[in-house]
């Protein structure tokens, strides 16, 4: 079993419609870690290419997060990037969490 953590991050904008204090623009650098497996390698000796997997956050980059989602939060975010790496078939996905802080995460796990 191979096994393979992924980090990265990117910085964005949005606002939480309705929010008492995040209602308002506001920009984060949004850290993000991500778990995924496999038991058998690509042809090219890869079980995924790293930057396949930071291509599912990497397009929310110096971009406004409204214009992706509803409502952005670190809830949500993590939910779009687990499922867009759920679609890799060679992959499966243990985890992603997504720091809206360095305090703050929100981790998104595999149903068993």
Not at 54 to 66: A, E, F, I, P, V
């Amino acid at each position: 079993m191979y096994q393979l953590i992924v980090k990265g991050h990117f910085d964005s904008a949005h606002h939480l419609p309705g929010h008492p204090t995040c209602g308002t623009p506001h920009g984060h650098t949004f850290r993000v870690e991500t778990r995924v497996s496999g038991k058998s390698l690509q042809p090219n000796m890869m079980l995924v290419d790293f930057q396949d997997v930071k291509g599912t956050w990497k397009k929310y980059d110096h971009r406004d997060l409204n214009a992706f989602f509803e409502y952005p939060t670190a809830e949500n975010i993590a939910r779009t990037i687990f499922e867009e790496l759920d679609k890799i078939p060679s992959i499966d996905v243990e985890y992603v969490k997504v720091w809206e802080s360095p305090d703050a995460c929100c981790e998104v796990t595999a149903d068993d």
